[in-house]
């Protein structure tokens, strides 16, 4: 029996083990959906945290398929042949989270998607992207029911958000060489819309021997009114009669996207006195994201569809499923320190267009608990994206990459968090 009890001391580390996950992953992921709060033995805790991500992807070799479209920072394939892709981004999240009874309810908000490219309008690709940033805001309400099962007690877990999600994109839309100093040439799309998704999961856990698994399914959350505006007023009508794009105005677009849902496998048990082991698994859905096709709104009684008849642009992401696997180990020195380590590797969604590559991380992270009621956690990460190249391809009999071509090799991200809950 003493040796149960010194296994189930490292009950703290459970949930301080996801903060040295890294969340820089596939797709638009930055952290995607955590719940793991909800798990707290606590019956009241308050939690709040930030991760701050630091990746350095840079792009080589660069090569401007048709110098004639507006490249680099005066046209005619002039500009740089590389190019710092990435920017820092911080994750914010904050949680609430009370039980009564065998009902846990857990209330959260999370930015779970998203992004920010800045190469600049300096670089030879610059008529395929000068900027871009994607940002998301979740509200979720997630409820869990436990009841006895064998030596230890089954959970069934649900919930709900609601999803918020932003954007922009810059490029060079024709050689402002061509404007004679009466505009940048550069177009600027901008989109917004919300939605609803859903969870469901279950749980078993043994807490006398620090065990626990879970597995857990978020729903899709569609984005069926993606609305937004593409601004050309940079681009005067001095082109106009190239080309019957709407140069020189603003015009109102719509599509459709959807968020993509995901399925999580977490287990981690007590292995020795004051020793956690911890892994997961998760898979996400990042292939719903393709070819996103914009069209003017006064089209609206026609189906907006990539290459069609009415697409004025689209958001060109081309993306395949991705996969996350980690493994750690967390260790309880005392009643007021913690520590843990973990591996993580994430198999990237690019594959032959676009700059997400594999990535492999280790993070390190130390949990302190000055009273029994407050516990500060900071870690960091350090990892490597992979190398590889980007060009044309062609998909569904439309061509997309087919304005420049790079490669890069293996760049770092590093990371650091820290985070404070207050429980009761």
């Known amino acids: 029996m003493a040796s149960r009890m010194a296994s189930a001391s490292v009950l703290s580390l459970a949930l301080f083990s996801t903060l040295v996950q890294p969340s820089f992953a596939g797709g638009l992921d930055r952290g995607g959906y955590n719940i793991d709060q909800l798990f707290d033995a606590s019956q009241f805790s308050i939690q709040s945290g930030v991760i701050y991500i630091m990746p350095q992807r840079k792009l080589k070799d660069a090569k401007d398929t048709n110098p004639a479209d507006g490249s680099g920072s005066n046209g005619f394939g002039a500009g740089s042949t ?62 869990s029911y436990k009841f006895d099962v064998g030596p230890g007690q089954l959970r069934v877990i649900g919930g709900t958000f609601y999803q918020e999600v932003e954007g922009f994109k810059e490029r060079y839309v024709v050689n402002p060489a061509l404007l004679g100093g009466t505009g940048t040439g550069i177009g600027r799309l901008d989109l917004e819309d919300q939605g609803w998704g859903w969870r469901a999961g279950v749980a078993y856990e043994i807490p006398e021997y620090a065990l626990r ?35 020189g105005t603003v015009t109102n677009v719509f599509g459709a996207a959807e968020a993509p849902d995901s399925l999580e496998l977490k287990l981690q048990s007590g292995i020795a006195p004051d020793w956690l082991a911890f892994g997961s698994v998760k898979w996400t859905n990042w292939s719903v994201l393709q070819s996103i096709a914009l069209c003017p709104t006064s089209t609206r009684s026609i189906k907006c569809t990539p290459g069609g008849a009415t697409e004025l ?112």
């Open 82 to 143: 590389t190019a710092d892709d990435t920017e820092n981004f911080a994750i914010p999240y904050g949680g609430i989270k009370g039980g009564y009874g065998d009902v846990d309810c857990l209330l959260d908000y999370s930015e779970p998607f998203g992004a920010h490219t800045n190469p600049g309008a300096n670089w030879v690709g610059a008529q395929n992207n000068i900027e871009t940033e994607i940002k998301t805001r979740n509200y979720a309400a997630t409820c």
């Open 213 to 247: 698994a879970s597995l857990v399914y978020n729903s899709r959350v569609k984005y069926d009114n993606l609305t937004g505006t593409v601004d050309l007023t940079q681009v005067t009508g001095a082109v106009a009669p190239y080309n019957t794009a709407p140069y």
């Open 313 to 424: 642009t689209s958001l060109d992401l081309l993306y395949r499923d991705g996969w996350t696997v980690t493994g750690g180990v967390g260790h309880k020195f005392n009643d007021q320190w913690s520590g843990a380590v973990s591996l993580t590797w994430d198999r990237g969604t690019s594959h032959g267009y676009g700059a997400q590559t594999d990535s492999w991380t280790v993070g390190v992270g130390a949990a302190y608990s000055p009273t029994e009621n407050i516990e500060w956690r900071f870690a960091g990460a350090l990892g490597i994206l992979t190398s590889g190249s980007s060009g044309a391809i062609t998909q569904n009999g439309i061509t997309y990459g087919d304005d420049v071509s790079y490669s890069f090799g293996n760049d770092l991200i590093a990371a650091v968090s820290t985070s404070i809950k207050v429980k009761f």
